[in-house]
C-alpha cells in the first residue's frame, strides 16, 4: 500500500484555483520532488498536506487513513512533518530545547510530573537530551545546543528546522526549499543530509526546491506544477527534458 | 546534559544549568530580602507604615508572575487579571467568615481558603478561557479587560446571607428573605466585612516561594516548551504536533489560580472588602501589566523587582507630597530606558561578556 495518496486535491481562494485535481502516490522510502515557477502552487499544496489549509476538493491518506479537514497538530502526531519556506523557529528558545519541543509527543510527562519534579520528569528529560542530542549531531548542531536559535546562522537554522521536523517521528517529510539562501557547497552537504536522513530514520521525503542541481542530484521522480495544475509528472531526467517544462521556466 | 547533577548539594555552581543557576539567585534573592524586613521589623526598626507594605508588596509579586505567566511566557496580552484576584479575594473572604466559628484554627481556615479561592479563580479562568482565548492579541485583551469589569460588576450586585435554611442570593437586600437570625455576608456594593486578619509577612513569602516553584518549574519542563514554542511561533509549534488551545487554556488556568490565592492574601490583609475600580477594575489591571512590562516579558525576576519598587514607591515617596506622583512617573521612564534602551541592552551584554571572560581566566589560572 502507498504510504501517501492524494486524490484530486484542490483550493480555491475565492474565484482563484490555487491547486487543483492535485494526484500523487508516494511509496514508502520514496525521495520526491515538487517543482515549479513562482505562485505554482507548491507551498499551497504542503499547507493542504499539513492542515493549514483546507481543501475544497479531493482528499488524501496516510498509510490508509484519511486526513482530510485534521489540524495540524493532528496530522502532525498521525505522520506527516514539516519545515518552512521562510524558517519557523522558536526563536527564543536554544537550539536544544527547539528539538525538545520536536520530541513533545514522543516523550511525555504530564505537567504535575514536571513542576513538582516527580522521578518521571528527571528520567524522561535524560531520554529527552539525549535524543535531542543524537538528533544534532546528525545535523552538525551539537556545538550549538545551548545557542539561541536566533543567533544561529542562516544555514544552520535550516538544518535545525529538519531536526525539529525529524524528532516529531514523522513517516512523511516535506521539505519546504529546504536549500534556499545556501551555497552551493552548503547545497551539496544538505543533499547529503537528506539522503542520510531518509535512510538511517526510514523516511519518505517530499522536497520544493528551485534548485535544479538539487533536484536532480537527490528526487528520483517529480511533479511539475504550473499555475496549480500539474504539467508533467515522472522519472525526474525525463521531466526535466520536457518541452512543456523548459517552456513554463523559461517562458517561450 | 544530566539534569540530576543540577542538584546544587551535587556539583558546584559552575556545572549548574544556566536556567537552574538563574532560579536559584532568584530565590535566594527572595529569602535574603525576606529575613532582612523580617529581622527589621521585629527589631523594631521599620515604621508602621513601612510595615503595612510588607503584605500588599507580596500581593503585586504574586500578582505580577502570574500574569507574566500569561502575557511573557505564552504571549497573550489579558488586561483582566484582577478580575480572577477578585474572585479569589472575595471567594476567600467568603469562605473565611462563613468557617470562623467552625474552624478555629487559623493555618487550617487560611489554607482551605486559599485552597477554595484558587478552585473558585481557576473555574472562572476556565469558563472565561474556553470562549476568550479563541481570540489573539488586541481582541484579546480587550474582551478580557470587559471580563475583569463584568467580574467585578457582578460582585458589586451579589447579595448572599446565610439563615437556618441555607443560603440565600438575590441582587438586593429586599430581595434576600432572610430570617431574623440570618446574617448577611456578601453586602452588594459594601462587599465583605469582618475578615479575620490572618494575612502575615510570613504567609506572604511563603505563597511567594509556592508561587516561584510553581511558575519557574513549569517554565522549565515539557509543558513549558510548548508553552514558549507557542509565543514564538504558533504555526511552527502546531506543525510540530503541540496542541495550542489545550495550553493556552492551561496557562490562564494556573495564572488564575495563583491570582486567587493572592486575592486571598489581600482580602485577609483588611477588615472590610470592597471591589473598586483601584483593587479589582480595570486600573490594577494596568497596574500590574506595568510591573510585568518593566520587569521584562516573561522574566520571573524582573517582575519581582518591578512589582516590589513600583509598589512600595508612591508609598515610601509620600514625604514628597505634591512632586510624589512626578518623581513616580520618571522612575518608570528611567526604569523603561535602562530594560530596554538599545544603548542599555548593548552595555549589558558587553558587560555579561567581560564577567564571563573574566571567570574564564580564572578558571585556566
Redesign the interface.
Known sequence: MALLEVKNLGITFGGLHAVDNFNLTLEKGDLYGLIGPNGAGKTTVFNLL?G?YKPTTGTFYLDGHELKGK???EI??AGI??T?QNI??????SVL?NV???L??E???S?FE????LPR??S???K???RA?ELLDVFDLSENA?TLASNLPYGKQRKLEIA??I??QPKLLLLDEPAAGMNPNETKELMETIHFVRDNFELTVLVIEHDMNLVAGICEQITVLNFGTELAKGKTEDVLKNPEVIKAYLGE | ????NNSPLEKKSSSLR?TTKKNLITYAMVIFFFVLFQTLSATGNLKHAHKALLVPVCTSIIMAISLNLVVGVLGELSLGHAGFMCIGAFCGSFFSVLMKDVITTTWIRLTLAFIVAAVAAAVAGILIGIPVLRLKGDYLAIVTLAFGEIIKTVVNTLYIGKDANGFHIAMSTANLGLEPDGKIILNGPQGISGTPKNSTFVIGFILVMITL??VT??MD??????I??I???R??????????TKYKL?VFTISAAIAGCAGVLYSHNLSSLTATTNNFGYNMSIMILVYVVLGGL?NIRGSIIAATVLYALPELLRGLKDYRMLIYAIILIVMMIVNNGSYFVQLRERLSIKLKSGKNKKEVA
Do not use: C, Q, W
Not at chain 1, 519557523?88 to 528558545?93: A, H
Not at chain 1, 514536571?114 to 519534579?117: D, E, L, M, V
Open positions: 499539513t493549514v489540524k495540524p497538530a502532525n502526531k512533518a514539516r518552512f519557523r523557529l522558536f526563536k527564543n528558545l530545547d525538545k519541543v520536536g513533545h509527543n516523550m511525555k510527562y505537567t514536571g513542576i513538582f519534579r520528569y528527571f524522561t528529560e535524560k529527552m537530551n539525549a542530542m545551548d525539529r521536523a524528532a516529531t | 546534559m544530566d539534569r540530576k544556566p516553584f510553581i518549574n513549569l519542563s515539557r509543558t513549558g516548551r510548548a514558549m514554542s509565543r514564538d511561533n504555526i511552527a509549534a502546531e506543525s510540530v504536533g503541540i496542541d495550542i492551561l516573561g
